[in-house]
């Protein structure tokens, strides 16, 4: 597959969808740099340690090379950003060079496209150095996400409100189909729809190619992916801040880290972008987003589904409606992980409401309040040490849950210790990020790869990194922004 020094592409998606993507060349930069690199990943993808350290990799990735494999393209997507339906988007700053074990080997900033309008097509350094943290993190933590293989400093200037460095980030990702993709092929190209629905179920869904009612089936496993996906974001407190449709993957992985943030507090109103003037995509408001998501995908499915349009809408409406329940099943599931119970019934999800309402009556750190819950279990700390110390409704709550049937069954220390590997310690704090970030476009890495380090073992508490466990104390509304 992959020798030393010779990487193989395969591409698929230029080879069976060229009408809905464009050929092209990344821009070449000679003076860039490897930051980070993910050799652990590149193990998975089957490509040699030792490729990473070599020159060759250098090249491929910063575009100075293209493989003789390759075919680069950018994808055309469509999307509906905030609503709003934008039929002409695609990958403007992100090339495909191809596939790799069958996942996609994309550059993300390597210059323009032919879908990159009055863009440059480039990244600034920040935020590919952001990507990179959090997606890895969020591999950690089992989410599914797109990867990061490399993170490149260009050695050359972006130009945003000022001049900045620049970066290249090579994301990997089951496949960058989107529901943006099947939007732009519903709008200009129906007569790919088929095509692109067969690619979708030969890559991903390889087990519908048989059944009776493979779209509607695909549909109703995209519904599924998508549910699971928001479930587990809802359940570590990621925040993913630009849901459109356009980033939304069918693969169902986590997509675009451009705002995203984490809870500190528990605040279920809370957004963090800042052109997300009314908090459309709020921390509550994702699961509802999703189906509205889902529905824009429905509308683009209706051609597959029934030559009688009213039937169609009918049979993906009857999918959609099932999507809500569908996703509530697995947040409770996911909830109850985190309190390590397996038996979700009435009792359990009463309760685990009410500690939602604690922690939001109290402004309790979400992410230290599982792991001191964990700690009160197995008796390693006081009550007064931990976020519940003077919390009114707290004893009440807890003593209703060590009396939950799950404790007859088990003990303490084990629902503790089940806890403790579902809840991480770490999370990506935004202070921490901002400000290591900033160290590092200004040229000290030090403090960004303690912290990638941290994530990767993110469930592991030691003591000498408790400040990477702690929330800001600051009462500044943290604020992300669309870097480019
Ligand atoms: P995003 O915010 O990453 O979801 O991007 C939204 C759209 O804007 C996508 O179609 C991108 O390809 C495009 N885009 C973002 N930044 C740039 C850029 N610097 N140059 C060209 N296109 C861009
Ligand atoms: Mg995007």
Redesign the pocket.
Known sequence: MVSLSKINFENTYANELNAICERCKPTSFKKSEILFKNYSLAEELGIDRSFLDSDECLGIFSGCIISESSLPIAQA?S?H?YGNFNPQ??????ILLGEINKRDVQLK?SG??P?????????ALGPVLREYVISEFMNSVNIPTTRSLLAIKSNES?FRDEEIPGGILTRVANSHVRIGTFEYVSYFKKNNLEALANYVIKRHYPELSETNNKYLSLFAAICDKQSLLISKWMGIGFVHG?M?T??MLISGETI?Y?PCAFLDEYNPSIYYSSIDRHGRYSYKNQPAIMVWNLSKLAEAFIPLIDSNKERAVSKLSEVLNLTMPTYQEYFYIEMGKKFGLKNIDEEVINLINKYMKILEDNNIDYTLSFRDLAKLLSNNKKIDLTVFKNVKDFVGWYNKFINLSSFKKSSKDKISKEMDYYNPCYIPRNHLIEDALKNAVGGDMNEINLIAEILKEPFTEKNEYEKYAMPSFSNERYVTY?G?
């Open positions: 997507y999307g950003q988007m695609g990958d403007g700053r992100a900033g323009q496209t879908f990159s309008k009055r863009g440059d097509g480039k990244s972006v630009v459109n356009d980033n675009d451009g669309c480019t």
